[in-house]
């Protein structure tokens, strides 16, 4: 859900809420992302990644292709990268196919919503619930 005050920028609420929580916003350019206590990335039974805010709150849950590198690196450092936001380059937009949505559009995508300020991260912890 996006918000405009009068003479600001439009924000989205959800992606407000998660730097009241502490991820950091995601600027175009240089960006200072930390490690964020209490926040974490959990891997549930069936294979998906929920991003739990410290309150226990689920910001978001997503099914992803496995990749066993990706997960034993989690698992070794114990701690993830993780970006937070509607425009990630994630998602295949409505009427688009996967054809379509290449990874050129997916980094337009992503840069776009950096610039308007649409994305928050961290450095969280990750979990291994399986």
């Not at 991820?23 to 960006?31: Q, S, V, W």
């Not at 992302?33 to 929920?50: C, F, K, M, P």
């Not at 991260?121 to 399986?130: E, L, T």
Request: charged letters at 20%.
């Amino acid at each position: 859900m996006m918000s405009q005050l009068p003479g600001s920028e439009p924000r989205e609420i959800q992606v407000e809420g998660s730097i009241a929580a502490g991820l950091r916003r995601f600027p175009r350019g240089i960006a200072d992302l930390r490690t964020v206590s209490g926040w974490g990335l959990h891997r549930l039974a069936d294979g998906q990644l929920e991003l739990r805010s410290p309150d226990g709150g689920v910001y978001s849950r997503i099914a992803v292709p496995s990749s066993p590198d990706w997960y034993s690196a989690a698992l070794h450092h114990r701690y993830v990268l993780c970006f937070y936001g509607p425009q990630l380059g994630v998602r295949i937009p409505p009427g688009s196919t996967p054809e379509q949505y290449t990874d050129a559009k997916r980094l337009e995508e992503f840069r776009t919503a950096r610039g308007r300020g649409l994305g928050a991260g961290g450095i969280i912890a990750y979990h291994n619930n399986r």
